[in-house]
């Protein structure tokens, strides 16, 4: 399912096969967290914006409108009208998030709805069914997410609970699939490694979920508030671990500056929500940084917001335009600055293909990783 084309150092230009189409990678994964972008963006505007790939939650869907609602609809393909590939997270870092709401035992976690308050209960065979009912391409294995600093003895007993999880996961992914019942039979399942930051945990972790041989592998429970270059000093440690001929996800992350690091690291994948959240509020990734549209200094800029982006937004409408649709509170600039920083990774990610296709990878590592995230 996943194919070297050419390597670089530690970092890899693939393809990833799915029964809903292949994957150019390195590749970003655009969330879709309810089955829509926030900032009104559909399945179709997707297309047009190069998304490769569409991220929703299982425990948001679970909630509502309900994985069985979804299933009666025909999956998530049809109920959304993406005909791409989607990858669902398990809810693990859902649980995380809502710490002060549930309690973790041998069998899974029980915890509060954000919605209406009411009790649910979400382990490992729970959570592969949810998604299972989705039908998405790739379901992410029940997990549970540390928060950063953890003690060592905690991060050790987790990781030791989230490997037995993925066996059960694993097996009853396993019994879905063949069942006869599964709005998508090929489902794919990706296994994750925890570990916090500590070295010999996150390594011997790997080392256990390796031998399961399953589709994918990720890494978890970063970019949860360690310092950017604990990250960096994390995936590479585990890295020579990882199954080579499998793809590797780095989840919730990142900024471009991120993204280059980590594809240099040897990472496949990658989502985060921060691309849209922010452009919801007019911070906009450009190739010369990082841009406020709600400064005054663009109040009469009749240049679109970056003279070398191609995106939608871009070929129509002048900065001052968007600007004055963000002091007047309309929703179309929040849909025209959302589309254009999902463009601008998604080409991002094209560009850093490129570069690994004809052997310059470095040179336009060190050319970007700071600029991009710089704000100007």
Known sequence: MFRIIKQSGAARRGEFETVHGTVQTPAFQNVATCGAIKGALSALDLKEIKTQVMLCNTYHLHVRPGDNLVKDMGGLHKFTRWDGPILTDSGGFQVFSL????????????????????????????????????GSTIAMAFDECVENPATFQYAKDSCARTYRWLVRCQKKMQELNASGKAVNPHQLLFGINQGCTFDDLRIEHMKQIADLDLDGYAIGGLAVGEPKEEMYRIITAIEPYMPKAKIRYLMGVGTPGNILEAVRRGVDLFDCVMPSRNARHGHLFTWNGIININNAKYERDESPIDPQCDCPTCRHFSKSYIRHLFKAKEMLAMRLCVMHNLYFYNTLMERIRQALDEDRYEDFYRANVDLLDTRI
């Not at 009411?118 to 989705?134: H, V």
């Open 99 to 134: 710490a002060g709401l549930r309690k973790i035992t041998e069998e899974g976690v029980t915890f509060q709805s954000h919605v209406d308050g009411r009790r649910i209960f979400m382990g490992p065979e729970e959570s592969m069914m949810i998604q299972s009912n989705l």
